[in-house]
């Protein structure tokens, strides 16, 4: 299918690795120009230079911490000196602690919404006026944690549930600039050196019992698999679409 994506122009924040890496390799591969963002040095320009070999000046790359102004700014600059547009942005960075604190820590919940919804909200408004004036589409990554209580910190959970809303809240003030706004909600996704990858390392035996019991198709997520539902979305197939949550779990959350 031609997703019509050629020379369009799309960012994505936490790009460096995991689900953010595969959205850029899917866009680039449909000939889109796309902007890596992360904050390792090392890995970003890792990245960056595979990219470069196979799809050469459609691929640029930034890093630091999107939370600071200037990494924003330094992005801004380099979508309009090469591109002179920016077509579509895709919120996907986010973090989670390693230690939590008991469930009711108001350190860790303030940590979750700074590191997950903040980052998102800021990183979004910052380019919103660019967006409107291409009529372009966001994408915002959440996670299932959001929907049900799977066991996750509820710091993480509430900071997800904050994107929910603001993603509705977001496609309805965009709607009439032909902004259109929607929200992938993945399940377990499994990458080397990802959350899911640490935890089977501490205890392989214990996370694939319950991958077993608690997801119907019985295995993790791709990467790429999230990839290509976040790709058809910033395409024009999908022009009639906004405000949507897009579950893709294998079946976790209806799970009896």
Partial sequence: MNLNLFNKTFLISGSSRGIGLRIAESLLNEGANTIITGRS???VKKQF???YQKHGFKVAHVNGDIK???VLKKIRNIVKKRWKKLDGIVANAGSVKQNNSSFHSEKD???YQKNNFLTAFRFVNYFLEDIKKNKGSVV???S???LKDLGAPLGFAFSKS???YYSKFLANELAKHKVRVNNVIPGNIYFEGGNWDKKIKKNAKKIKKMIKSQVPLGRFGKPEEIANLVTFLLSSKTSFMTGAEIVIDGGQTIKK
Avoid: G, M, P, R
Wanted: hydrophobic share 50%.
């Fill in 144 to 146: 299932i944690a959001s």
């Fill in 41 to 43: 040095k090392k890995l």
């Fill in 109 to 111: 919940f303030y940590w």
């Fill in 162 to 164: 904050s994107l929910n």
């Fill in 140 to 142: 915002f990554i959440s």
């Fill in 49 to 51: 230079n595979k990219l």
């Fill in 68 to 70: 600071n102004n200037l």
